[in-house]
T-cell receptor, first 115, second 111 residues
Framework: GAVVSQHPSRVICKSGTSVKIECRSL??????MFWYRQFPKQSLMLMAT?????????EQGVEKDKFLINHASLTLSTLTVTSAHPEDSSFYIC???????????FGDGTRLSIL | SQQGEEDPQALSIQEGENATMNCSYK?????LQWYRQNSGRGLVHLIL?????REKHSGRLRVTLDTSKKSSSLLITASRAADTASYFC???????????FGAGTTVTVRA
């Protein structure tokens, strides 16, 4: 089956640090990837849609300058949390879409803790 | 944004019993998907059911879709301890590929 690799799985860093999270589709080309945020015991909230070769589309209320997304190739999207603060601590999950009317394939998530 | 609601929020059953959870949504959909999430992990796709389908099976899983009531159900038969997880429904709109997730049902299967 399709595999999406997300790295790192856990990050602990000081306030003010920028953190980059990578999402790779290992066995298919993904023109579209998605980034989600999940708070404890809650559902996934879509942050942005990452499109290969073009700018990401952000959901309402998500700061694009805070959460930088780059989709440089058909197999890699990155999310950079810039100047992270404790309120950015969360579980971030990416997914990749193989094609229309197909399920999304999810990475294992990144637990981000800002001290 | 979330458009789905799921019930129950939590379910605790004995191994071997069946587990049923329901999902309701508000707008038109292209398809509806069910995912499982183990604690601290990503989501695993279970079943995708298209808007013109009414029922789908995969192993011990059975999904129904009633577009007139804008609702879906997931049945897990003969549950096992390994089925302990959170289960989410997600709807895909006709216009784009984005998913809207329900609040999820936490299922605990007691051995």
């Amino acid at each position: 089956g399709a595999v999406v690799s997300q790295h790192p799985s856990r990050v602990i860093c000081k306030s003010g640090t920028s953190v980059k999270i990578e999402c790779r589709s290992l066995d298919f080309q993904a023109t579209t990837m998605f980034w989600y945020r999940q708070f404890p015991k809650q559902s996934l909230m879509l942050m942005a849609t990452s499109n290969e070769g073009s700018k990401a589309t952000y959901e309402q209320g998500v700061e694009k300058d805070k959460f930088l997304i780059n989709h440089a190739s058909l197999t890699l999207s990155t999310l950079t949390v810039t100047s992270a603060h404790p309120e950015d601590s969360s579980f971030y999950i990416c997914s990749a879409l193989r094609g229309p009317n197909q399920p999304q394939h999810f990475g294992d998530g990144t637990r981000l803790s800002i001290l | 944004s979330q458009q789905g609601e799921e019930d129950p929020q939590a379910l605790s059953i004995q191994e071997g019993e069946n587990a049923t959870m329901n999902c309701s949504y508000k707008t038109s959909i292209n398809n509806l998907q069910w995912y499982r999430q183990n604690s601290g992990r990503g989501l695993v796709h279970l079943i995708l059911i298209r808007s013109n389908e009414r029922e789908k099976h995969s192993g011990r899983l059975r999904v129904t879709l009633d577009t007139s009531k804008k609702s879906s159900s997931l049945l897990i038969t003969a549950s096992r301890a390994a089925d302990t997880a959170s289960y989410f429904c997600a709807t895909a709109s006709p216009n784009d590929y984005k998913l809207s997730f329900g609040a999820g049902t936490t299922v605990t299967v007691r051995a």
